[in-house]
């Protein structure tokens, strides 16, 4: 909200503060500044100019020459604008002087014609955003005034962020209770320039006529239909009024904020919205069907155009205001452009209404528009305001358009607004706060706000609270706040207590994600982290509001998306690209129930095992790289419940080459994860890139605890080892002929280890030499030969039988 | 006739002899034959010298004894000079290999440093009592916007644009969610941490990113306050920021605390010369007492029953930490940036 600090000073006289110093206090009351512009910034050199004619560049169609008046002899300027006329009032910057942007101005010559100076935008001066044209200043002036002074810009713009829950804070009363000394009690009314004393005490007597559902009078009828969305509905008339630009004090009161003028009457209810809060409309009251005013639900399909200029079909999310006949306007949000005040305008009716919050915020996402209106009734208008809004913008009017006020105020009025009283009980504040207050200071931090405290015993006050506090303040708890915050935050200690442990024991998963980290990270990869986004194809869970296409569905699984962080990375150069993530995975479930989630572990590999060295070979990442870190994460994830298996079918997409591919298989059968080498085709790399390798887990919801370490005791006695170069006959795996000497090698078995593997020479076709260390162990001895020999035999024998594998160097 | 006298001139012949072969012998081999030759105890020359020590007379035993002692240890010197010499000019030739030539190294992995920054947050909340939890990332309008005191008509529930799914569901716009999660399902006290991703629909630039890390912590009891959320936050800055760190809480507005604070914290250092320095104040955490109808929503009673909670990005505070301009470097998974964080 941009505030400006003259404006301040004016509704609360004894505000001693610097503007800086009320950022500060602003800030520490929570509504932090976030720019702080003195509006006369850059601009001391531009002055007022007075362009006494204007003629048609000789060679150029859309520019125009005019003679200037900048205080310092006429000149002759060059123009672009479509707007600038002779007898116009502009901001003028004369050659040498400089624009707020630093730019200096010289002389120059446009299509052969010189030019002696510029004539400005607000967008160039930094004073608004209308760069469409030069800025029409309503003279007279002295040309070669300064700007600043012509003016009023001696004022400081403060942009304050205000939170969701103050709307009362959408005006300049609403800042300037917060930073007046005594706050609410010492604000006023700024006086109205060139106001009749006794007009507006006639004013303020006025007669107010107040019904439930319709009122009339002075010839027009206003009645609500819908009292949940509008409870409450005033209109005044004022005829006779003479439209036409404001005068200078308005005008200037409006830019300092960066509102544009527009005429007296529009400039009013803007003023009244900027000060008070208070979103007003004009009618232009001939425009009215019938003087009669209905506020109801639109219907579906009614058609209005709006001040915007866009014609829009309205449907029932939209309270409209509507004539006798049609909609004239979109309650709360913006006015229709047949009723807008113009300058043919003679008679107005004056719109002060209340809407409710709900329905305006539908409205205004209905119609996709939300202006200063919609903004302020979304979050909360006074509902004690309208009286005084109304009777201050018709002073305003009245003073600055003419014209008389005619007939009593139409107040329609289905609702009442009925003040809450809150209780407060001092031993709360306490229990919350952590600091004990006295029921006299939670008075004088209270009263200040407008929240007036009834009753002072001890145990327990009561608080009324005022109209423009009711959206925020309807607890006892939304008290003690502004007890803490009027206090000052500062203020509180920080002295840290005692405090008992809690009941919720840590979520074993982020144990399981730890020590996997660990180990990957030890492994040489680096983790990944990657938004949960995937396009098409990759996801069964789709996004109703997606950023992208790209982005429109909850991905299935993690490894697509550390490919494409692969093909990015290879694109920059990068080589030897290890990465892994562990992520969520989403998958549809029951219509209306939240989508399934897992965490996945996902890793992917590339490059050479270990980083080039000048005394090695390259020895690029193969299968069995993959095999082992899949196994060790199967192992850390499992405890040693999951089993690896080759798998020849396509489990996971297209994603694996079949050719080295493998799945984890959970202790009930389900696959619960998948590794391998990836199919070139399924990921978009250059020819010289390599084989990628991939492994994808899911992680247990509730992973078991892995259990203490029980330290097995050392073999006393030296173990004995034997090698055997076993012939395998095509078919036969490693897996089974293990399993069987593991079945075979008795209790003194220890383990069997493959230590080489070889192919051809004068190993038969069709044959595979695969070389195993066995090694047996006893308890309490040394194992003799004999012992160790027979053993072997008895394996030898059984693989034979078993499978025909011979042994090399003996007969089979 | 002295005897003695050309025994001791031939112990001084042998002297210079030995001397003169033990700086002419060219390998440990040779100089282990001069040892030998001169002071082997049964072939030595030296030794065969002494031998004949007891054809002297008694009194000039002594003299000569003295001077062979005197020449033994004067070769003993020399053979270790000549030995030490001879080992480093082996040792020379041996390592003709250029050592300044780079070594064997290895992969290193590392956490990503969002993981890292989560993890160091983690660790100091640990030490204050709090344990981890965790809950979906996608979520029902009520756990992420009504039971946390945000209805859905209310403009508060507009301000963090969110990512709804087809059919209702949406994912979830902060880790606040957790907080009912976890208090529908325990008795107070609690005190937990809830890391997580969160989800908004923002477009990508250098501080938005639509998915991102966030550290929920929620805290309930009898008889917690303000001044405990203070303290414990203050703490937990002064821990991860330095001692020096000074702490400012503003008012602040979130429809699930009251009252909320916004917490930044302005570090104060030495700098290399041992000048104090200080930072800009930085924002680093919404926080607040968690707001009755939230606990009421999450089945407790709110009478009996007060807390705190807060919220933190771990992104955010990882590009103060690490220096870090732009969100999106920590998504674009460029190895060259995780390999700084690689360290661990």
Known sequence: MNVSYQWLRALAPELEATPEELSDRLASLGFPVEGLRPLAEGLSGIVIGEVQAVRDHPDADRLRLCEVDGGDGVVQVVCGAENVGAGGWYPFAPVGSSLPGGITVGKVKLRGQESLGMLCSEMELGLGPDRTGLMELEGPFTPGQPLVSALGLDDVRLDVEVTANRPDLLSHEGIARELAPGGHSGLRLPPIPGEDPERAEQLEELQVQSESGQVSGGGVTIRIEDPDRCPRYLGLIVSGVKVAPSPRWLQTRLRAVGARPINNVVDATNYVLLELGQPLHAFDLGKVGEGTVVVRRARDGEELRTLDGEDRTLSRDVLAICDARRPIAVAGVIGGEESEVSSETTDILLECALFSPGPIRSARKALGLSTDASYRFERGVDPEGQHRALLRVARIILATAGGTVRGPILDCRPKAFVRDTLRLRPSRVEALLGVPFESSSIRSLLEPLGLHVESGGNEELAVEVPGFRSYDVRREVDLIEEIARTHGYDRFPETLGAFRPGTVADHPLFDLEARLRDELVSWGLLEAQTPAFAPQGEGEVELLNPISTEERFLRSRLLPGLVRRLEYNLSRGNRNVRLFEIGTAFSRSEAGELPRERTHLAAILHGTRIPPHWGDREIGLDVWDLKGLLERVAELVSGGSWGLRPESEVTDGELFDLASHFVAVGPDGAIVGAGGGLRPRAIDLPPWAGPVWGLEVVLPELPDDPGEVTYRPLPLHPGVERDLALLLPKGLSVDRVGSLIEAEGGEHFHEVRVFDVYRGGDIAEGLRSVAVRLRFQAADRTLTDAEVDEIVQRIVGALREEFGVGVRGQQS | ?344
């Not at chain 2, 100089?31 to 009194?59: M, T």
């Not at chain 2, 414990?232 to 009252?259: N, Q």
Request: charged residues 30%; aromatic residues 8%.
């Open chain 2, 1 to 344: 006739m002295s005897t003695d006298g050309s025994l001791i001139e031939q112990l001084r012949g042998l002297e210079e002899e030995a001397l003169a072969a033990v700086e002419t012998a060219e390998s440990g081999e040779a100089l282990e034959e001069v040892r030998v030759a001169f002071l082997g105890r049964r072939e030595g020359r030296v030794s065969g010298i002494l031998r004949k020590l007891g054809q002297l007379p008694p009194e000039e035993r002594p003299r000569l004894g003295a001077e062979a002692n005197r020449v033994k240890a004067r070769l003993g010197e020399a053979l270790e000079a000549r030995e030490s010499a001879l080992t480093r000019e082996d040792r020379t030739e041996a390592h003709s290999e250029d050592l300044t030539l780079p070594g064997r190294e290895r992969w290193i992995g590392g956490r990503h440093p969002v993981t890292q920054v989560v993890d160091e947050l983690v660790g100091i909340f640990r030490d204050l009592g709090f344990s981890l939890a965790r809950g979906p990332e996608a979520e029902t309008e009520w756990y992420n916007f009504e039971a946390l005191n945000t209805p859905l008509d209310h403009p508060a529930a507009d301000e963090q644009d969110t990512l709804y799914l087809k059919g209702g569901n949406l994912l979830r716009s902060h880790t606040s969610p957790v907080q009912v999660r976890v208090m529908e399902s325990h008795e107070p006290p609690i005190r937990i941490l809830a890391p997580g991703m969160v989800y908004r629909r923002d477009s990508y630039d250098a501080t938005h990113t639509p998915a991102f890390a966030q550290l929920e912590g929620l805290a309930v009891d009898e008889g917690i306050t303000f001044v405990d959320l203070k303290a414990t936050l203050a703490e937990f800055a002064r821990r991860y920021w330095g001692a020096g760190t000074r702490v400012r809480f503003r008012p602040s507005f979130f429809p699930f605390t009251e009252p909320s604070a916004e917490v930044d914290v302005k570090r104060v250092f030495q700098d290399e010369a041992g000048i104090q320095r200080e930072t800009d104040w930085i924002e680093i955490m919404g926080a607040g007492m968690v707001d009755p109808a939230v606990l009421e929503a999450s089945g407790l009673d709110a009478e009996r029953y007060t807390g705190f909670a807060f919220g933190m990005g771990p992104g955010r505070i990882g590009m103060l930490k690490y220096g870090v301009p732009d969100l999106r470097l920590f998504f674009e998974n460029d190895v060259r940036f995780l390999q700084q964080f690689a360290r661990s």
